[in-house]
Nanobody, 122 residues
Framework: QLQLVESGGGLVQPGGSLRLSCAAS????????IGWFRQAPGKEREGVLCISSRGGSELYADSVKGRFTISRDNAKNTVYLQMNSPNPEDTAVYYC???????????????WGKGTLVTVSF
């Protein structure tokens, strides 16, 4: 049973930086694609970035291009979302999800964490 746990959320000032972690238990993550998704209040969940099992990344949200990056450390069984220069529009609950492949459509991802809240504000 694949279990994902997000951490690293909290309050960050606009222009700052924050790193989210997605850790797995039960299985090793290196065989899975891991996606970061987010859901802002009153909005639909959207894909942000995804990293395949081979390490290739896919950008889903153009608004984070050049600011957010995704990486994985298989030795630590963890995937990261580095958030640089966040702005208030990035405020959301951030979820990581796993599947055999990257999918922009969140309904296609099979395993989910419970999410971590990121608030971008002064």
């Amino acid at each position: 049973q694949l279990q994902l746990v997000e951490s690293g959320g909290g309050l960050v000032q606009p222009g700052g930086s924050l790193r989210l972690s997605c850790a797995a238990s039960g299985v090793t993550l290196d065989a899975y694609a891991i996606g970061w998704f987010r859901q802002a209040p009153g909005k639909e969940r959207e894909g942000v970035l995804c990293i395949s099992s081979r390490g290739g990344s896919e950008l889903y949200a153009d608004s984070v291009k050049g600011r957010f990056t995704i990486s994985r450390d298989n030795a630590k069984n963890t995937v990261y979302l580095q958030m640089n220069s966040p702005n208030p529009e990035d405020t959301a609950v951030y979820y990581c999800a796993a599947d055999d492949f990257c999918y922009k459509d969140y309904v296609r991802m099979d395993w989910w964490g419970k999410g971590t809240l990121v608030t971008v504000s002064f």
